[in-house]
């Protein structure tokens, strides 16, 4: 089943714990996305992947480094989690860049005491 | 920056009327547009795109309207039915390759 999983789906954590949000897509998708969403601000990019190794910065990347050392990996790295990265998490991921449909995973929600 | 808002924050529909969720973009040099519809405790799933060499494109139940004149999407829903009840994004291709989500309508389908 083609899909887009993210892991964890819910975490608890505390301010400063460096943590890690994995996505991992299985149709050789090129493009990958994270996404933030909050209440009232809809969907904000945070970082995306052309490809392996290529990564650029969306609308919202402060506080968040991502890596692509794998076309089917995309990690979400906070190094030093503040309570303001609170959120609702979403990885997506397309064939091409923007120019395609995105397939979004189920959501991560994180909580950032 | 650029920017991408939707009309109406909410719409309620009757069961059986046909919705319009409007929204307009800021950057003409956007070259693609999705609507996405997101469910409660769900992740956006797609509904239809357009190319902005396009002013229409239909899909089941579904059509777009691209005005590129007044930089203005639309996405018509007929015949709305119980389970269209979500929260509806418009989005729209960056000039910097990245994608740019309005902030969503939520469509309620009264029985």
């Known amino acids: 089943e083609a899909q887009v999983t993210q892991n964890p789906r819910y975490l608890i954590t505390v301010t400063g714990k460096k943590l890690t949000v994995t996505c991992s897509q299985n149709?050789?998708?090129?493009?990958m996305s994270w996404y933030r969403q909050d209440p009232g601000l809809g969907l904000r990019q945070i970082y995306y992947s052309m490809n392996v190794e290529v990564t650029d910065k969306g609308d919202v990347p402060e506080g968040y480094k991502v890596s692509r050392k794998e076309k089917r990996n995309f990690p979400l790295i906070l190094e030093s989690p503040s309570p303001n990265q609170t959120s609702l998490y979403f990885c997506a991921s397309s064939r091409a860049a923007f120019t395609d449909t995105q397939y979004f995973g189920p959501g991560t929600r994180l909580t950032v005491l | 920056g650029e920017s991408v808002g939707l009309h109406l924050p909410t719409l309620s529909v009757q069961e059986g009327d046909n919705s319009i969720i409007n929204c307009a973009y800021s950057n003409s040099a956007s070259d693609y547009f999705i609507w996405y519809k997101q469910e409660s405790g769900k992740g956006p799933q797609f509904i239809i795109d357009i190319r902005s060499n396009m002013d229409k494109r239909q899909g089941q139940r579904v059509t777009v309207l691209l005005n590129k004149t007044v930089k203005h999407l639309s996405l018509q829903i007929a015949a709305t039915q119980p389970g269209d009840s979500a929260v509806y994004f418009c989005v729209s291709g960056g000039s910097q390759g990245n994608l740019i989500f309005g902030k969503g309508t939520k469509l309620s389908v009264k029985p």
């Open positions: 149709m050789n998708h090129e493009y």
